[in-house]
C-alpha cells in the first residue's frame, strides 16, 4: 500500500501570500493518479486538481499542482480568505485501493 | 446539476448493522463508478469501497473486507453500503462519491455512530 505523508502539518499565512503544500509517497506513482481536495469545516471534501496539475471543473487558476515520482506540490499563488481550509492529496491508480494523505490544515495567521 | 444524496445514517450498537444509500442524479449513473469515502470525527479522509458502472467490479479497504458490501441499482441510479459486524472505529460521516480514481463529487454525507 502507497502511503502519503503531507507537510506541514499545519500552514499559518496571512491572505494575499503565497502557500506551498507538499505531498510525499512512499514509493513511486505515476502523475496521472495524485489528486488534490480542499475540505471547509462542516462541508464535504471538493476536488481542486487532479492528474497531479490538471484543474477541476470551475476551480481558479491560483491552484496549480505539480511533482513527480514520489514528490507532488499544490500552491495557491495568491491566498484568498476562503482558501483557508484542509488540503488533502488522494493517490490513485487504474483501480482501487485509494489513499489519502493525513491532511494539512492552512490557517489565517 | 451532479447531486448524491446519502441516508440511513445513525446509532447502531457495536456487532449490529447498517445499510446506508445514496441517491445519485444529474449525469449517466450506469456508465459511472462509484465509491465511498469516510471520515472519524476529527479525522482524516478513508477510501472504503468502489463499485464499476455495470457492478460487477467491487473492491474495499483492508478494514472493511468482509464486513461491507457495496451494490448498485441503475434502474433507480443508487449505491448502496451494507456494513455488518461494526466497530467503533467504524464511527464516520460516510461520503458517497462520484467516480472511483480521483473523485470529482461528493454527497454531503452521513453519520454512522456505532457505540453501546
Known amino acids: 500500500e502507497i502511503v502519503l505523508t503531507q507537510s506541514p502539518g499545519t500552514l499559518s499565512l496571512s491572505p494575499g501570500e503565497r502557500a506551498t503544500l507538499s505531498c510525499r509517497a512512499s514509493?513511486?506513482?505515476?502523475?496521472?493518479?495524485l489528486a488534490w481536495y480542499q475540505q471547509k469545516p462542516g462541508q464535504a471534501p471538493r476536488l481542486l486538481i487532479y492528474?497531479?496539475?490538471s484543474r477541476a471543473t470551475g476551480i481558479p487558476d491560483r491552484f496549480s499542482g505539480s511533482g513527480s515520482g514520489t514528490d507532488f506540490t499544490l500552491t495557491i499563488s495568491r491566498l484568498e480568505p476562503e482558501d483557508f481550509a484542509v488540503y488533502y492529496c488522494?493517490?490513485?491508480?487504474?483501480?482501487?485501493?485509494?489513499?489519502f494523505g493525513q491532511g494539512t490544515k492552512l490557517e489565517s495567521k | 446539476e451532479v447531486q448524491m444524496l446519502e441516508s440511513g445514517g445513525g446509532l447502531v450498537q457495536p456487532g449490529g448493522s447498517l445499510r446506508v444509500s445514496c441517491a445519485a442524479s444529474?449525469?449517466?449513473?450506469?456508465?459511472?463508478?462509484m465509491s465511498w469515502v469516510r471520515q472519524a470525527p476529527g479525522k482524516g479522509l478513508e477510501w472504503v469501497s468502489s463499485?464499476?458502472?455495470?457492478?460487477?467490479?467491487?473492491y474495499y479497504a483492508d478494514s472493511v473486507k468482509g464486513r461491507f458490501t457495496i451494490s448498485r441499482d441503475n434502474s433507480k441510479n443508487t449505491v448502496d453500503l451494507q456494513m455488518n459486524n461494526l466497530r467503533a472505529e467504524d464511527t464516520a460521516i460516510y461520503y458517497c462519491?462520484?467516480?472511483?480514481?480521483?473523485?470529482?463529487?461528493w454527497g454531503q454525507g452521513t453519520l454512522v455512530t456505532v457505540s453501546s
Open positions: 514509493q513511486s506513482i505515476s502523475s496521472t493518479y
Open positions: 463499485i464499476s458502472g455495470g457492478g460487477f467490479n467491487t
Open positions: 492528474g497531479a496539475s
Open positions: 462519491v462520484k467516480r472511483w480514481s480521483y473523485l470529482d463529487y
Open positions: 444529474g449525469f449517466i449513473f450506469s456508465s459511472t463508478a
Open positions: 488522494q493517490q490513485y491508480g487504474s483501480s482501487p485501493p485509494y489513499s
